[in-house]
């Protein structure tokens, strides 16, 4: 269990988003106005040279009013079958005042052969090795996601 919930920023390098020219490698700081339209440093990250159309994301830090917990509430072998199942429960409480989207990976790491077989919330299979849960959670509230992957080897 991994209390923390790291920040990013995630956007294209293209012109429509006011670039859309390589990128050096360097640091990029990150600044947001306040609410008397004062800029505020929010975080900074270093970049790799990134070409123009590209996607730069950059990790700002972790969030000290979101927080997380993981639990495997379930494990189960059938080596006759030859699989594997568990499930998991990951709790994220919102402490902001206001509505986030919080990105959920998971990364089933006990066989390559792996289906995730039953979810209670949407997810995206991103690559062999990892699941992604996006979640919207509103101002003080909880988001519980409860998924069961199965193995197979």
């Given at each position: 269990s991994?209390?923390k919930?790291g ?9 429509k ?15 947001k106005?306040?609410d ?7 975080g900074?990250d ?15 830090g972790n ?6 917990a ?17 499930t998991f ?6 402490h902001?005042?206001?509505e ?5 990976y998971e ?9 995730i077989?039953?979810s ?7 690559d ?5 849960f ?7 509230g ?9 193995y197979?080897?």
């Amino acid at each position: 269990s991994n209390p923390k919930v790291g920040v990013f920023v995630t956007f294209q390098n293209e012109q429509k988003a006011g670039l859309g020219i390589p990128l050096p490698k360097g640091k990029v700081r990150v600044y947001k106005r306040d609410d008397e339209g004062k800029e505020q440093f929010i975080g900074e990250d270093q970049i790799d040279h990134t070409p123009k159309d590209e996607e730069v994301r950059l990790y700002l830090g972790n969030a000290f009013d979101i927080v997380g917990a993981r639990v495997q509430k379930n494990f189960r072998v059938v080596v006759s079958g030859h699989t594997v199942e568990e499930t998991f429960e990951i709790s994220v409480r919102n402490h902001k005042e206001e509505e986030v989207e919080v990105l959920v990976y998971e990364h089933p790491w006990r066989w390559s052969e792996w289906e995730i077989t039953k979810s209670n919330t949407a997810w995206e299979k991103v690559d062999q090795s990892t699941v992604k849960f996006p979640v919207r959670i509103p101002k003080g509230g909880e988001k519980k996601i409860t998924y069961t992957v199965r193995y197979t080897w």
